[in-house]
């Protein structure tokens, strides 16, 4: 950690720091059940939430329309 305030921020809440859908690609998830890991290559983070993808597509097509993706998980 950066500081103890940084450690301390972290333990108070740390699923906040973990990818959203445990790291699964969310577009994927989404509209076809599949779980498909996602890659750091691909991410993005939309309301204080990391976000990762398979592809530079299925990024894309979050960019487009985050709040169908996000408010799913």
Do not use: C, H, M
Not at 40 to 49: E, G
């Amino acid at each position: 950690f950066s500081s103890p305030e940084a450690k301390s921020a972290f333990e108070a809440n740390p699923t906040r720091y973990a990818p959203a859908a445990g790291g699964s690609d969310i577009v994927l998830l989404v509209n076809t059940s599949e779980e498909e890991p996602g890659s750091l290559d691909f991410s993005l983070w939309y309301r204080d939430r990391l976000y990762l993808f398979r592809s530079r597509e299925t990024r894309r097509i979050f960019a487009d329309n985050p709040t169908q993706y996000a408010n799913q998980y």
